[in-house]
């Protein structure tokens, strides 16, 4: 699969963006979607667009981003998958559904195996949006943090060998995989 190194910043709203068939969307705790945005990711991800959504913890990030997602599906709710969903086997088999720390707290909570960033944050969620025709148009992942397993993974090696090999670049191949073949 050939990517850019560098990545891409783009706006939802840039005609560009039905050039990249996959898009990320980190940290939404706080996230606010224009109208035109509502629209723009609407008809990205009907038109087979693919969404990864990533790193917010707690309720209160749930529910803003769950508010305005239900802008741009109203019709639709988020389904919980579980690890039997062929996204969790596509390239590599996962034993969990994991949960990512980022890594100040992972070295923080090492000793007593705290991987989440508040208490209302403890379970793992990962959810999707189908569109008509069951594809996956979009993963949630809600109180977990792949991102910090792919971006720290030189900073710590403990970090690395129990977050980034283990769980956080299978399942980023996995959902990408799974993405680009579905």
């Not at 005609?15 to 996230?31: D, K, S, T």
């Not at 723009?40 to 959504?53: I, K, P, S, W």
């Not at 969620?125 to 979009?138: F, I, S, V, W």
Request: charged fraction near 30%; include cysteine.
């Amino acid at each position: 699969m050939e990517v850019n190194p560098n990545g891409v910043v783009i706006e939802l709203t840039d005609p560009e963006l039905f050039n990249y068939p996959f898009i990320y969307i980190v940290e939404p705790g706080r996230l606010v979607f224009s109208e035109d945005e509502v629209r723009a990711l609407r008809t990205y991800l009907l038109n087979g667009g693919f969404l990864m959504v990533d790193d917010f913890w707690g309720e209160d990030e749930w529910y803003n981003f769950y508010f305005e997602i239900k802008r741009v599906f109203p019709d639709r709710e988020p389904a919980e998958l579980d690890l039997d969903h062929p996204i969790f086997h596509a390239v590599f088999d996962m034993k969990e559904r994991p949960q990512i720390p980022s890594i100040g707290l992972a070295i923080r909570g090492r000793d007593y195996g705290i991987t989440w960033e508040r208490e209302d944050a403890r379970e793992v969620h990962y959810m999707a949006l189908y569109d008509d025709k069951d594809r996956m148009m979009a993963i949630i992942c809600h109180n977990t943090d792949l991102g910090d397993g792919w971006e720290r993974e030189g900073e710590d090696e403990w970090y690395f060998r129990e977050f980034s090999e283990k769980k956080a670049y299978p399942l980023g191949i996995n959902i990408v995989f799974y993405a680009m073949t579905h």
